[in-house]
């Protein structure tokens, strides 16, 4: 039975080979035999390629070197007269990971997106085009990742994962946005924002200011009265942005107590540099009314018309 199989399966085989015209099956000096070779031995591959964002170029007849398989994997002759084998064709599989970044950028090198991606973190721990692309056969619509965006990142990130099931959180699992939307996964930019320690990977938005402005544009100012925590510091030094088990995604679940952060007489602080102001001896903060700063500072991201931000 099994000699029946493999008996039919080179038949097959045979009639896919003399199917080829002669020119593509007859290798060049420089050793490319053209991508319709490959089909011959790689049909499952080949079946889905037509629907491939790299499949243009290999339509548009250009040169065997600038398009089609052997534009990424070398020249297939010696692979061919091989019957195939790893060793005798540029396999990603076995490839180091600065080769496969190498072999990518060859094409994708000239893209803003990924001008950065060889100073990017993502490419200082080893991790490259084919740890979350599949180059032949993608199983989402977009950009030929491996998986489903979220899923993909939560390969490495867990601890991300965790933070958006929180009850406080950006919709990322229920689809309404994804990683890409705050972080370039290609390598950002320098920082603009945090005194130049801001996250990793964070994309920039209007005018090279931080993502979240992007939705929240209400904040983005500018403003006649700045607060500085804001402005300098970034969103993130009062919200978590992924998810919190606090209302509005703040850090502490009390707000004074994120306030009394900065605004604590601690000198060194503030413009005259004797501390931010603290609350003035009116307020008792054992009193409930005065726990909740933004009751009365309404505007806490910035004002055009109170320096306290009360409007």
């Not at 603290?278 to 008792?284: A, G, L, M, V, W």
Request: hydrophobic share 35%; aromatic share 6%; charged share 20%.
């Amino acid at each position: 039975m099994i000699r029946e199989v493999l008996a039919r399966v080179g038949f097959i085989r045979f009639l896919l080979l003399a199917a080829i015209p002669l020119a593509a099956q007859s290798p060049s000096a420089s050793g490319y035999t053209g991508s319709e070779v490959c089909r011959t031995c790689h049909p499952a591959v080949w079946l889905n390629f037509p629907k491939n964002p790299h499949f243009p170029p290999l339509a548009a007849a250009q040169p065997a070197e600038s398009a089609g398989c052997e534009s990424c994997h070398g020249p297939g002759k010696a692979h061919v007269e091989a019957r195939g084998g790893k060793a005798t064709i540029v396999a990603f599989s076995v490839l180091p990971p600065e080769k496969i970044l190498d072999n990518c950028l060859r094409c994708h090198g000239q893209k803003l997106s990924r001008a950065n991606i060889r100073r990017s973190q993502h490419t200082q721990s080893d991790v490259v085009c084919t740890n979350c692309h599949s180059i032949h056969r993608s199983p989402v619509p977009k950009y030929l990742l491996a998986r489903v965006q979220r899923d993909l990142c939560y390969t490495c990130h867990a601890n991300v994962r965790a933070q958006f099931n929180m009850p406080v959180k950006h919709r990322v699992n229920e689809g309404v946005m994804q990683c890409s939307d705050c972080h370039n996964p290609h390598g950002a930019f320098a920082p603009t924002w945090r005194m130049a320690a801001r996250p990793r990977l964070v994309d920039q938005g209007l005018a090279n200011e931080q993502p979240c402005l992007v939705c929240h544009s209400d904040k983005r100012g500018p403003f006649v009265f700045e607060h500085a925590s804001v402005r300098v510091d970034g969103c993130e030094s009062c919200h978590a942005p992924h998810g919190s088990m606090n209302a509005r995604l703040l850090k502490r679940p009390v707000v004074f107590t994120l306030c009394l952060e900065c605004h604590n007489g601690a000198p060194g602080f503030g413009r005259s540099g004797n501390g931010v102001p603290t609350q003035s001896p009116s307020h008792n903060m054992a009193d409930p009314r005065y726990q909740n700063c933004t009751t009365c500072h309404v505007r806490i991201h910035g004002s055009n018309a109170d320096s306290r931000f009360l409007r």
